[in-house]
């Protein structure tokens, strides 16, 4: 099996993919172009005869390459897309190498074959495997894949041959050196194929270039002139550039320790964007592309923090459109429009990344805009509350249930059968406080005061209910539904974020409820363990446990999922992680963005986050030991509710400093520094110089900015 990543331009509507053999699927559903070497002496290198190795430009930018190494020749595809959000190509640069002693001659051959890069097994969304070829046609300039899609070579190719599917395989021709008799052809079967020649003669040493483009746009003639390679490479800066500068507006510097965790951040952020359609934030490009507001919501928190406002805001606004008249948010958007299946925690969703944008920008002109939308959406959040009021729901048997949310499918472990999932409620109540605290800011107070009694009532129901539950199941965690009293750490972390409960819910069944859980993580890192896939969802569970105040924890779950990126040069995960790595079983996309969203809010958590009970701004609490070594830690420009932070982290001799620059906002509960690492117990600190005093938990409080603190042994 052979995994692959994705390409494409920030919010372009298309996205092709490239996988660790060097195909390039020209988009979704597509046709493949895949490489192969002929050498002079007639052997056929193609992927399975070769060594291969992936790599991002820069370790960390959204531009992937794959190199192939056999012999002499070294080969290395790097792939990019060109364009806007307005229309966008794929541009594949092959540069084939000599590294031997003597002169390297043969043919490099680019086939167009009717595959995907997309696999068989992933059957949701965009079926992969096959991918139709009705005719191939080249007219001397381009290839002609279906009458409108066109293939452009940039230099000039000595041939092109193709052939339909009874006529044989391609390969067998390039076995031999030589090319089908056909310039144009048309198989009913749907299964053509051809490939464009290049003969290369490479001295020892020297490297020789070829590309094509492939536009997105059917019939488009693309945007890089023909026979200018050097239009290539100077494309090729200028996507890196950008990409530089989009991935670095918020920053996190780490040492060697930590490189792999920085890489990833960037390389998050950009498959976002690459997978998002225009203002449609999307989990990926194939299997899950279509908007929820449910990752959309996560995803958007993920953006602000690390300096995406804008995104974030043209996404509210285009899912605000579809909110239905009776104040019902749909659970999902796609090009056929808003689904109306019922999934209640849309709503409390729809509110949150609406609020959680007011608190990064302070566009105060957005949330009145918004209003009338926020407080529909508050109403049928209400109305479906009271559903579960009755008295039907006050005799012992539905007690359980009494003022939660109706039934729904919100989880994917609750498709088959609706449950009264917590998750949902937890959304509830999350919006229900946010719409509040909107109310607040612009002036509403009947409105404040109304929502707060919704909210609290709703609250006292929920907390009800969940003791309830754990009495009736006979549990002593926080169940994931009320009906079932199941474990369901994953949904349990919302409560704590974005939910901003952790002070509420009760202590011990908390504590139980992600102990269990991490022996159940720790115990999938044992080899002697038997357990078939898990979700790398659960990177939200990083951030939980930094804030429950467990950072060893945090970052051995960490170290986790780093180890099961696929491919970890590409820096991205699955939706699924199977035990057997390279089992041919359904991975959802990948890189799956809801996935690297929870990475980002996790890893964002480490180094700062809100705590929502004293209104205090929390610093470098979840630092290990290790980051602290080198340059130490640099954090520029992360933003948080009260403005953009920017503090650096290092091991000193006598202990740790943290100096933590101005420009941010001061909140009511100050700011709390937390001794970084889990080596130093600091038995005192300064503040600029001067003596300060420690917290019970050994942090340093602050109220004014900047400031240098100095944790000593």
Not at 218 to 231: E, F, K, N, T, Y
């Amino acid at each position: 099996r052979a995994e692959w990543t994705v390409v494409g331009a920030d919010g372009a509507a298309d996205e092709a993919l490239i996988n660790e053999d060097g195909a390039v699927e020209s988009g979704s559903g597509g046709f493949s172009a895949e490489p192969f070497f002929r050498t002079e002496a007639g052997r056929l290198y193609t992927w399975h005869d070769v060594r291969t190795r992936v790599s991002l430009a820069e370790s960390r930018l959204p531009i992937p390459s794959v190199e192939w190494h056999a012999g002499p020749l070294t080969l290395t595809v790097t792939a990019l897309a060109v364009g806007s959000d307005s229309g966008s190509s794929l541009i594949a640069r092959y540069r084939i190498a000599n590294r031997g002693s003597r002169p390297l001659r043969g043919t490099f051959y680019l086939a167009v074959r009717p595959f995907q890069v997309n696999p068989p097994w992933q059957f949701l969304g965009t079926p992969g495997g096959f991918a139709r070829i009705d005719s191939l046609r080249w007219d001397g300039r381009r290839l002609l894949v279906n009458g409108d899609r066109g293939v452009i070579p940039l230099l000039p190719p000595a041939g092109f041959g193709a052939l339909p599917f009874e006529a044989g395989d391609l390969v067998t021709h390039l076995r031999r050196g030589v090319l089908p008799p056909n310039v144009a052809v048309r198989d009913p079967f749907g299964a053509a194929s051809g490939a464009l020649a290049w003969p290369v003669a490479i001295a020892s040493g020297d490297s020789i270039t070829t590309a094509i483009e492939i536009p997105f746009e059917r019939g488009s003639r693309g945007r890089i002139r023909q026979g200018d390679l050097a239009g290539v490479d100077a494309a090729l800066a200028s996507v890196t550039a950008r990409w530089r500068s989009t991935v670095d507006r918020a920053t996190i510097g780490l040492p060697a320790a930590g490189r792999h965790v920085e890489q990833t951040i960037a390389s998050s952020i950009g498959y976002i964007l690459i997978n998002r359609d225009g203002p449609a934030l999307q989990p990926g490009s194939r299997s899950y592309e279509r908007s929820w507001i449910r990752d959309g919501a996560l995803t958007g928190a993920a953006l602000l923090r690390f300096g995406h406002a804008e995104a974030v805001r043209e996404f509210i606004l285009w899912y605000a459109g579809f909110q239905y008249a009776s104040g019902k948010v749909p659970c999902c958007v796609d090009r056929r429009g808003p689904d109306p299946v019922p999934e209640h925690d849309s709503n409390g969703e729809f509110i949150h990344i609406v609020a959680e944008y007011f608190r990064h920008t302070g566009d105060r002109d957005l949330v009145q805009r918004l209003w009338p939308r926020i407080d529909r959406a508050v109403g049928y959040l209400d109305s479906l509350r009271h559903t579960r009021r009755t008295p039907e729901f006050q005799t012992a048997e539905g007690r359980v249930f009494f003022g939660l949310l109706p039934p729904s499918i919100s989880h994917e472990g609750y498709s088959a059968k609706p449950m009264h999932s917590y998750w949902d409620d937890f959304f509830a109540l999350r919006g229900f406080k946010d719409a509040e605290a909107m109310a607040g800011v612009l002036g509403r107070p009947a409105d404040a005061r109304r929502i707060a009694a919704i909210r609290d009532e709703f609250a006292r129901d929920l907390y009800a209910s969940i003791a309830e539950a754990m009495r009736r199941h006979r549990i002593d965690f926080i169940p994931g539904s009320a009906d079932l009293g199941d474990f369901d750490a994953t949904s349990t972390t919302i409560a704590v974020s974005p939910g901003g409960e952790l002070g509420r819910l009760p202590a011990p069944a908390l504590e139980r409820t992600f102990e269990r859980y991490w022996k159940e993580a720790v115990a999938r890192q044992d080899t002697s363990t038997r357990w078939e896939a898990y979700t790398p969802y659960e990177l939200r569970a990083v951030g939980t446990l930094v804030r429950m105040g467990l950072p060893d924890r945090a970052h051995r779950l960490l170290a986790g999922f780093m180890a099961d990126q696929q491919p970890a040069a590409w820096n991205q995960w699955p939706e699924v992680v199977w035990r057997e790595p390279r089992a041919a079983k359904f991975l959802g996309d990948l890189p799956h963005t809801w996935v690297a969203s929870d990475f980002l809010r996790s890893v964002a958590d480490i180094f700062v986050y809100e705590r929502e009970a004293d209104s205090a701004l929390v610093l470098a609490a979840g630092i290990p030991d290790a980051w602290l070594d080198e340059s130490g830690v640099q954090v520029r420009g992360l933003s948080t509710w009260w403005g953009p932070l920017s503090y650096s982290a290092r091991r000193t001799d006598a202990g740790v400093t943290v100096a933590i620059e101005g420009g941010i906002r001061i909140p009511p509960g100050g700011i709390l520094v937390r001794p970084p690492g889990t080596g130093l117990r600091a038995s005192r600190a300064s503040i600029d110089g001067r003596p300060a005093p420690l917290e019970a938990d050994g942090a340093v409080l602050l109220q004014t900015l900047p400031a240098t603190i100095r944790f000593l042994r």
